[in-house]
């Protein structure tokens, strides 16, 4: 009750103070807006104009200014300014994003570098991954990073457009600009501006 009161007097909005779980040390900044049930935890610091909840968990994570975050957990990681993370999304430890980026509902990330104006819109899994900027995540695709005894990088670079239900096979890069048709599983490195479509992925044409 006295961290609520005392983030309530500084100019952070809690809409259900007796069902905001915020730890002290925590810090959120004016004009942010907590919503029910929210858990904040640990070295946790949040921008301000912010929109955090309902039924959030963040831990031991910054949070730049003007993001909405619904319904997800975040842990361990650093979020750009005007993020949009959910709902129901899990951004797990060394998840950094920059700015303008969206992490839709049912989607994953561990370990990974999201680019400025990227989209991972929905029910996709990004591990160990480096997003460049303006990238499209289709729904359904998966970096599978884990070959059973290590984790491998993925680089999909700027302006890269990865179609829906994409395995991409670490380790692997996919070019600035280059595309994936849907269903695609890539397996070698994509060139810049290239489309590969099919299983495995084959280069079919340059796109300039």
Known sequence: DRVNGKLMESGVTLYDPDNTYIEEGVEIGRDTVILPGCMIVGKTVIGERCSIGPNCRIQNSQIANECLIQESVIIDSDIGESNQIGPFAHLRPATVTDKSVKIGNFVETKK???????????????????????????????????????????????????????????????????????????????????????LPARNIRKLR
Request: aromatic letters at 4%; a positive charge.
């Open 112 to 198: 990974s570098v999201v680019g400025e104006g990227s989209k991972i819109s929905h029910l996709s899994y990004v591990g160990d991954s480096t997003l460049g900027k303006k990238v499209n995540i289709g729904a359904g695709t998966i970096t599978c990073n884990y070959d059973g005894v290590k984790k491998n990088p993925t680089v999909i670079k700027d302006g890269a457009f990865i179609g829906s239900n994409t395995n991409l096979i670490a380790p692997v890069t996919v070019g600035e600009g280059a595309r994936t048709g849907a269903g695609s599983v890539v397996r070698k490195d994509v060139p810049d501006y290239t489309v590969a479509v099919g």
